[in-house]
């Protein structure tokens, strides 16, 4: 009789995660701590970019012409803020999002300010940066402390350093969700945020490092929600590694955006790390059927195969690490009141609506590593 060989495919949903049965689970993602309920604000629509004024800041924010960049300065800029954006001069400062109104637009573009340079041109940063004298630095796209300490020392009357650092640097545990305290990793790809954040304790300069999971959202330039929707839009199998039952964690970008406002003269987050994203979290199966529904397709084919059976090369078969990864982030709501407003089908639902839904990604599909999976599962054996 022949079979298929090598993957495993599901055309029923099947049960969602190892965890125990008492605790809720649906394809928004399963809570590790059922007993305890949170209300969701409801008083703004969703992804309004609501803020409550505070005192105005001169702000520097490192990067900001894309994805997290976008939402947060224009959070800033609606506050009262003077915000200016430090790029390199290569995509425009202000571009309308998909969404926005003409006159909020408008009056983001006619106050946001730029300042041109290469931040690993570290004479440049000291002397620009100091002219300028900013009162809070947020720092969104550094990646070594080689490129923090200048802007520290140009500003030596700073108020605030904001970072956005990863969970990427906690260091692979059984014991989950990763907790602020836990162990970090120094060999881990984001080693550089993590000797950054080190740098940060060891100077008398107030900071914030925010240490966000897997970010989505629209503008997403990772191929997070984006590598699914390629696939449900094209009517394709979805593959997934191994059982699809690893437990992952999203938090949509929105929801970062305004927890960094949160940070902002914050007296509760002087010198602390905190964990961003969504409350729940998500198996991998979960998350295509979640994008499958925030899309409006049809129920997806989901192929399960062994990633040890095959070689792909240099190229990324699946945009997930293939292990259970998730963090609480039940500190920041203690301390900062911080509640996401997103769920995760809504979250993808908005992504998808405001981008990918309107023809508008970052990269063009790439199924060649599925035609790999996918021509192994055709071979048939007697």
Same mark, same amino acid.
């Given at each position: 009789m022949?079979?298929?060989v090598?993957?495993?495919q599901?055309?029923?949903?099947?049960?969602?995660?190892?965890?125990?049965?008492?605790?809720?689970?649906?394809?928004?993602?399963c809570?590790?701590?059922?007993?305890?309920?949170?209300?969701?604000?409801?008083s703004?629509p969703?992804g309004?970019?609501?803020?409550?004024?505070?005192?105005?800041? %001169?702000? @520097?924010i490192?990067? *900001?012409? !894309?994805?997290?960049?976008?939402f947060?300065?224009?959070? =800033?800029?609606? /506050? $009262?803020?003077?915000?200016?954006?430090f790029?390199?001069?290569k995509?425009?400062?202000?571009?309308?999002?998909p969404?926005?109104?003409?006159?909020?637009?408008?009056?983001?573009?006619s %106050?946001i @300010?730029?300042?041109? *340079?290469? !931040?690993?041109?570290?004479?440049?940063?000291k002397?620009s =940066?100091?002219? /300028? $004298?900013f009162d809070v630095?947020?720092?969104?796209?550094?990646?070594?402390?080689?490129?923090?300490?200048?802007?520290?020392d140009?500003?030596?009357?700073l108020?605030q350093f904001?970072?956005?650092?990863?969970?990427?640097?906690?260091?692979?545990?059984?014991?989950?969700?990763?907790?602020?305290?836990d162990?970090?990793?120094?060999?881990?790809r984001?080693?550089?945020?993590?000797?950054?954040?080190?740098l940060?304790?060891?100077?008398?300069?107030n900071?914030?490092?925010?240490?966000?999971?897997?970010i989505?959202?629209?503008?997403?330039?990772?191929?997070?929600?984006?590598?699914?929707?390629?696939?449900?839009?094209a009517?394709?199998?979805?593959?997934?590694?191994?059982s699809g039952?690893?437990i992952?964690q999203?938090?949509?970008?929105?929801?970062?955006a305004r927890?960094?406002?949160?940070?902002?003269?914050?007296?509760?987050?002087?010198?602390?790390?905190?964990?961003?994203s969504?409350?729940?979290y998500?198996?991998?199966?979960?998350?295509a059927?979640a994008?499958?529904?925030?899309?409006?397709?049809?129920?997806?084919?989901?192929?399960?195969?062994n990633?040890?059976?095959?070689?792909?090369?240099?190229?990324?078969?699946?945009?997930?690490?293939?292990?259970?990864?998730?963090?609480?982030?039940e500190?920041a709501?203690?301390?900062?009141?911080?509640?996401?407003?997103?769920?995760?089908?809504?979250?993808?639902?908005d992504?998808?609506?405001?981008?990918?839904?309107?023809?508008?990604?970052?990269?063009?599909?790439?199924?060649?590593?599925?035609?790999?999976?996918?021509?192994?599962?055709?071979?048939l054996q007697?």
């Amino acid at each position: 009789m022949a079979r298929l060989v090598g993957v495993q495919q599901l055309h029923k949903r099947p049960s969602f995660s190892l965890l125990p049965s008492s605790l809720s689970s649906d394809f928004n993602g399963c809570r590790l701590h059922s007993q305890v309920q949170f209300k969701r604000k409801v008083s703004q629509p969703k992804g309004a970019l609501q803020v409550t004024a505070s005192s105005t800041k %001169k702000i @520097l924010i490192m990067g *900001g012409t !894309r994805f997290i960049g976008v939402f947060l300065s224009r959070l =800033l800029v609606k /506050e $009262g803020h003077q915000v200016t954006l430090f790029t390199r001069g290569k995509a425009p400062i202000s571009q309308q999002l998909p969404g926005e109104s003409d006159a909020d637009y408008s009056d983001f573009s006619s %106050k946001i @300010l730029h300042l041109k *340079g290469d !931040r690993k041109d570290f004479d440049f940063v000291k002397s620009s =940066l100091s002219a /300028e $004298g900013f009162d809070v630095v947020y720092d969104i796209n550094g990646r070594e402390a080689d490129e923090v300490a200048p802007i520290l020392d140009a500003l030596p009357n700073l108020e605030q350093f904001i970072y956005c650092s990863s969970a990427g640097v906690y260091l692979k545990s059984d014991l989950l969700p990763h907790f602020e305290r836990d162990a970090v990793d120094p060999k881990s790809r984001h080693k550089g945020k993590l000797e950054t954040e080190s740098l940060l304790a060891s100077t008398g300069v107030n900071w914030t490092s925010l240490r966000p999971v897997y970010i989505y959202g629209p503008l997403n330039y990772n191929p997070v929600e984006e590598w699914f929707f390629h696939r449900l839009k094209a009517g394709r199998p979805i593959p997934i590694p191994n059982s699809g039952i690893q437990i992952t964690q999203l938090g949509h970008v929105k929801d970062l955006a305004r927890a960094f406002v949160q940070v902002l003269g914050n007296e509760k987050a002087s010198k602390q790390v905190f964990n961003i994203s969504g409350e729940k979290y998500v198996t991998f199966d979960g998350l295509a059927r979640a994008c499958a529904q925030a899309g409006g397709f049809p129920e997806p084919e989901i192929i399960h195969y062994n990633p040890k059976e095959f070689d792909f090369g240099k190229k990324k078969a699946f945009p997930f690490r293939d292990q259970h990864f998730f963090a609480s982030v039940e500190k920041a709501k203690s301390v900062l009141g911080f509640t996401p407003e997103f769920d995760l089908v809504e979250g993808l639902t908005d992504s998808y609506n405001l981008d990918f839904g309107r023809g508008t990604y970052r990269k063009e599909a790439d199924f060649s590593t599925d035609d790999i999976i996918l021509g192994k599962s055709l071979v048939l054996q007697s």
